[in-house]
C-alpha cells in the first residue's frame, strides 16, 4: 500500500524553511512506517512545526495587537471526525489539544473554554511568548502608524484600534487509505484580539474524507470567503488528481492575496502556492 505525508510552513515561509518542513515530514513518516495511524502521523509532524520557532504557530506563532498571543489548531479525518481549537492560549502544542476536541462531543472550542478543556485534559501551563513575537509586534504596531500596509491589510488604515503569516500544515494517507487533515497557526501579522482565521474552520482552512484531505495557509479571511479546502477537496472527488485541485484552488485568488495549499488522494499528492512556500512531499509504495 501507500503512504504519503505533506508538509507545510505557510504561504511566505520561503524554501530557506524546508529544513523545517522536511524534518515534520520525516518524523511523520516515521509514524506512518511503524503502522501508525495517519491521524498520529499528522500530528507528530504538526508538533515538530509547532516547535520550531521560525514558523507561526505554537512557540513561533505571531501576537495580537494587545501583546496575547492565540492560535488556532485543527484536525479532520476521512471518517468524517473532527476537532478545533481557536483563541487558545498558554498551551505549547495547540494541535495535541485539537486531538482531544476530537473525542469530545464538541468539533470547536474557543478562548477561555479551550483553555479550560486543555487544562481539565492535563495539558499544562506554556508561555509561547517569544523575542521574535516581540519584534514582529512592534514592527507591525510601526506599520498602522505609517500606513505602509500590504494590500490585504488596506482596510486597517480606516480602522482604530485603542493600544495599538503563516500557518503550518500536514495531510497524509496511510497504508489502510485512512485520510487526516492538520493545521495549526498563529494568526496573520496583523490581528485583533479575538479574531480567528481560517485554520480552525472545517471546510475552510482544512477538509477530509473518504477521497482525500486537504489544508491551506494564507490570508485566512479570504480562504473563510472562499471555503477553499472544500472547493479543492470536491475536485478530488471528482476525479482530479491534488495538484491539478491545488492549482485550481489557487486561482480562486487575486495575486496580491497569498495563498498556499496542499492535500493527498489515493492518486497523490499537490502542493500551490502564489507565494514562495516551504514544503515537503514522501511518498513511499
Not at 492565540?70 to 476521512?78: K, N, W
Not at 492575496?257 to 488522494?265: D, E, L, Q, R, Y
Request: net charge neutral.
Amino acid at each position: 500500500m501507500t503512504r504519503i505525508i505533506v508538509t507545510h510552513g505557510g504561504a511566505g515561509a520561503g524554501k530557506e524553511y524546508t529544513d523545517g518542513t522536511k524534518a515534520a515530514a520525516e518524523k511523520g513518516m516515521e509514524y506512518l512506517r511503524s503502522g501508525k495511524s495517519a491521524l498520529e502521523a499528522v500530528i507528530e509532524a504538526i508538533v515538530v512545526l509547532e516547535d520550531d520557532v521560525r514558523f507561526n504557530a505554537g512557540t513561533g506563532s505571531y501576537a495580537k495587537l494587545n501583546g496575547e498571543i492565540e492560535m488556532d489548531a485543527a484536525l479532520m479525518d476521512s471518517n468524517m471526525n473532527a476537532g478545533a481549537v481557536a483563541a487558545i492560549r498558554r498551551v505549547k502544542n495547540p494541535i495535541r489539544v485539537a486531538r482531544a476536541v476530537m473525542d469530545s462531543p464538541h468539533v470547536l472550542l474557543v478562548g477561555n473554554g479551550a483553555i479550560d478543556f486543555a487544562r481539565a485534559c492535563g495539558f499544562p501551563d506554556y508561555d509561547p511568548m517569544t523575542e521574535k513575537a516581540r519584534k514582529k509586534l512592534e514592527e507591525v504596531k510601526e506599520k498602522l502608524k505609517t500606513g505602509d500596509l500590504p494590500p490585504w491589510a488596506q482596510k486597517w488604515k480606516n480602522f482604530v484600534y485603542p493600544g495599538l503569516t503563516g500557518t503550518v500544515g500536514a495531510v497524509a494517507m496511510d497504508d489502510n487509505t485512512y485520510f487526516v487533515a492538520g493545521s495549526s497557526t498563529g494568526g496573520t501579522s496583523i490581528m485583533l484580539p479575538g479574531r480567528v482565521g481560517d485554520s480552525p474552520q472545517i471546510g475552510s482552512g482544512l477538509y477530509a474524507g473518504k477521497h482525500g484531505a486537504v489544508t491551506a495557509t494564507g490570508i485566512g479571511e479570504e480562504i473563510i470567503k472562499r471555503v477553499l479546502c472544500k472547493s479543492i477537496y470536491d475536485k478530488i472527488a471528482r476525479g482530479w488528481h491534488p495538484q491539478k485541485a491545488c492549482e485550481f484552488g489557487i486561482r480562486q485568488f487575486p495575486n496580491e492575496i497569498s495563498v498556499g495549499v496542499i492535500a493527498v488522494s489515493k492518486k497523490g499528492a499537490g502542493v500551490a502556492s502564489n507565494r514562495d512556500m516551504a514544503h515537503w512531499v514522501i511518498v513511499e509504495e
